[in-house]
C-alpha cells in the first residue's frame, strides 16, 4: 500500500475530498501545496492535488489523514499508460511497413505509428472508464494523520 498524508477538505456521503500535503518539498519550487512559482505553474500546470477517497473512518473537515492506495494498481496502471500506446504504436508501424508500397514506406510508417497511437490511446480512455469504479483503483482513507506534518510545513514558513 502506498502512503501519503492529506488534509480533508470536504466530506460527501462516504467520500472525502482530499488535498496531498507532501512531506518534501517540491523539487522545482520548493512547496508543498499546489506551486509556488506561477511561471513553472503555467507551463507545468501545476495543481493542488484534490482527489476523492473513500471515507471509512468518518474523519471530519480539516483533519490530516493517511490515505493509500494499492501498489499493484499503480503499478498496472503505470505500465497501461505508458506501455499500451507505444506497442500499439509500433504494431501500426509494423502493419504499415508490410501493406506500404516501396517507393513511400516512410509516410505509412508514420500513418501507422499515429494510427497505432490513435486506437491505444482510444482503448486506454476506454480501459480508464471501466476502471474508475473498481475498488481496486480508489485511494482509501487509512487513518487520522499526524497534525504536526502541517504544523512543521507552516514554521518553516511554506
Known amino acids: 500500500m502506498i502512503e501519503e498524508n492529506a488534509l480533508v477538505l470536504g466530506i460527501d456521503n462516504n467520500t472525502a475530498t482530499l488535498e496531498i500535503v507532501r512531506s518534501a518539498p517540491c523539487g522545482i519550487c520548493g512547496q508543498t501545496r499546489g506551486c509556488g512559482i506561477s511561471l513553472w505553474g503555467k507551463i507545468f500546470r501545476h495543481k493542488s492535488s484534490i482527489f476523492k477517497a473513500i471515507n471509512n473512518i468518518n474523519v471530519r473537515i480539516g483533519d490530516i489523514v493517511v490515505v493509500g492506495i494499492e501498489e499493484k494498481a499503480v503499478l498496472f496502471s503505470s505500465m497501461m499508460v505508458y506501455g499500451l500506446p507505444l506497442i500499439t504504436m509500433l504494431i501500426g508501424v509494423l502493419i ?63
Not at 104 to 123: E, F, I
Request: net charge positive; charged share 20%; with cysteine.
Open 96 to 158: 504499415a511497413n508490410a501493406l506500404s508500397p516501396a517507393s513511400s514506406g516512410d509516410l505509412y510508417a508514420v500513418l501507422g505509428a499515429l494510427s497505432g497511437l490513435a486506437v491505444g490511446y482510444a482503448w486506454l480512455k476506454g480501459h480508464a472508464q471501466t476502471k474508475r469504479f473498481d475498488s481496486r483503483y480508489q485511494p482509501v482513507i487509512l487513518r487520522l494523520g499526524d497534525r504536526s506534518v502541517i504544523n512543521m510545513k507552516c514554521e518553516r514558513g511554506e
